[in-house]
């Protein structure tokens, strides 16, 4: 549809050009015929009789035409309070750009010490970061939610290291582990 658009806006403005630049032949032949002291006017045409209430026919004078002047060029300045209109090319909206870097957040998993959901960053194609947004807590919890969040998390982590879900179980924290890779899994299906 643009190409359709493009070509047919430039033929148009070539052949405009080409009337404007050259003008038509026969155009140019009666104008180099033409003695330049004498105007042109054109002969008016036979006008039929008019008949007034009285019955009494009467022939209508014709004013003579006026001389018409050149079309100004682009040279010639526009007297002020014109104005001109164009019509401006459709516009066309485009999508703006994503950012390279973005933020996925995965579904929310609950298990029996409590409830994990992750948050990953991706660049382009790849993990650039993971964040436990919800660990389970209180207790023993703490413990074993830190030792969670100290292998999976952050820049260096597990999961910036594997690209995937496939991470190595944290000891003592079975069931957290699970549910924080329940998590990742469905942002990564979100980010891909």
Known sequence: MRRAFLAITGLAASTTALVVFKGSP???QVAQNLPSSQPVNPTPQEVEPSVD???VASTPSVAPKAPTSPKPTKSTARPSGTRTTTKAAPRTTTKAPQSTTRRVTGNG????YGYVQVQIVVSGNRIVEAVALSLPSGGESD???GDVRNR???RGGEVVQKQNANLNTVSGATET???YKQSLRSAIEQAF
């Open 177 to 179: 582990s699970n549910s």
């Open 53 to 55: 209430p009285a019955g």
């Open 143 to 145: 413990i074993h939610s």
């Open 109 to 112: 998993s609950e298990n029996e």
């Open 152 to 154: 999976y998390d952050g």
């Open 26 to 28: 026969a155009a140019t």
